[in-house]
T-cell receptor, first 115, second 115 residues
Framework: AQSVTQLGSHVSVSEGALVLLRCNYS??????LFWYVQYPNQGLQLLLK??????LVKGINGFEAEFKKSETSFHLTKPSAHMSDAAEYFC?????????????FGAGTRLFVKA | EAGVAQSPRYKIIEKRQSVAFWCNPI?????LYWYQQILGQGPKLLIQ????????DSQLPKDRFSAERLKGVDSTLKIQPAKLEDSAVYLC?????????????FGPGTRLTVL
């Protein structure tokens, strides 16, 4: 069965500092992995996704994530945080199970950016 | 391109009352999802439609929740009767296909408070 674990429900960084949001997954088949961002009172928006091919994936707003199969991880990074990055971030895994394709979301990590 | 529309944005009801939410997906998207997002948690899939057929409703509490997607376009989700633990944000999403690599586009959600 699939599962997603996001380490740290809250992360706080200073403006200009590195952002690192951690995600580990479990899947019985090769997974497809996603990061979504949710701003206050809005729906989720796709940041990036890994399907096949290059394990380093670049997304919108300067974010990127690296799929590491040996570590079952898909951590999200950004070299320099902006105030506008403050939001909640969700990691998700999708694969084909007995009932067809299913996407499971992690519990989320809220990112705070300090001036 | 218009996004996923949901209404109402907010709803407050008392327990044992009924409530209905409406979703209009992105034009041409065959797949529609309803998620429940409880405060502090990631979205949990309630039901997935492919056109007007149900693909997955394994996590829908069928004794009180129902959903339909007549004509394969917009959809309604109903709760009858509501319980306190139904307080959550109900997110609707759509995608053009039902594949595991497909991006889901989310609406802004309906925040339900059950008193």
């Amino acid at each position: 069965a699939q599962s997603v674990t996001q380490l740290g429900s809250h992360v706080s960084v200073s403006e200009g500092a590195l952002v690192l949001l951690r995600c580990n997954y479990s899947s019985s088949v090769p997974p497809y992995l996603f990061w979504y961002v949710q701003y206050p009172n809005q729906g989720l928006q796709l940041l990036l996704k890994y399907t096949t091919g290059a394990t380093l994936v670049k997304g919108i707003n300067g974010f990127e994530a690296e799929f590491k199969k040996s570590e079952t991880s898909f951590h999200l990074t950004k070299p320099s945080a902006h105030m506008s990055d403050a939001a909640e971030y969700f990691c998700a895994v999708s694969d084909r199970g007995t009932g067809g394709f299913k996407t499971i979301f992690g519990a989320g990590t809220r990112l705070f950016v300090k001036a | 391109e218009a996004g996923v529309a949901q209404s109402p944005r907010y709803k407050i009801i008392e327990k044992r009352q009924s409530v209905a939410f409406w979703c209009n997906p992105i034009s041409g998207h065959a797949t529609l999802y309803w998620y429940q997002q409880i405060l502090g948690q990631g979205p949990k899939l309630l039901i997935q439609f492919q056109n007007n057929g149900v693909v997955d409703d394994s996590q829908l509490p069928k004794d009180r929740f129902s959903a339909e997607r007549l004509k394969g376009v917009d959809s309604t989700l109903k709760i009858q009767p509501a319980k306190l633990e139904d307080s959550a944000v109900y997110l609707c999403a759509s995608s053009s296909l039902a594949g595991s690599t497909d991006t889901q586009y989310f609406g802004p959600g309906t925040r339900l408070t059950v008193l």
